[in-house]
């Protein structure tokens, strides 16, 4: 199974942006897909998830700005991001976990497989 994300880039405070990770090697419907994001210096953070049932979930700093979505047709997920700031400032990468419970979703070891992060960098 591999995930390449993309979709990342420059922008002022305020505005957005669509990240994409599209899932080969099976179908993204299999898996609890997630966001993660790393800022220089700290430690890697849950943003997003949506579960193979359709549930989505939030990091409290992002909930009202992000939102995670899902093709099927299209083995891809996405996370819509508006309202930038740029303490959102960090890789972003997806994640795909196959039986992951409840509790587990925010917490980067129990996902599976990554995909290699795509940079977003936010300017005051």
């Known amino acids: 199974v591999q995930l390449q994300a993309s979709g990342g880039g420059l922008v002022q405070a305020g505005g957005s942006l669509r990240l994409s990770c599209t899932v080969s090697g099976s179908t993204v419907r299999s898996y609890d897909m997630a966001w993660f994001r790393q800022a220089p210096g700290k430690e890697r953070e849950f943003v997003s998830a949506i579960r193979k049932n359709g549930y989505t979930y939030y990091a409290d700093s992002e909930k009202g700005r992000f939102t995670i979505s899902r093709d099927n047709a299209k083995n891809t997920v996405y996370l819509q991001m508006n309202s930038l700031k740029p303490e959102d400032t960090a890789v972003y990468y997806c994640?795909?976990?196959?039986?992951?419970?409840?509790?587990?979703?925010?917490?980067?070891?129990?996902?599976?497989?990554w995909g290699q992060g795509t940079l977003v960098t936010v300017s005051s």
């Open positions: 994640a795909a976990g196959a039986r992951l419970i409840l509790s587990s979703l925010r917490l980067k070891e129990q996902y599976d497989y």
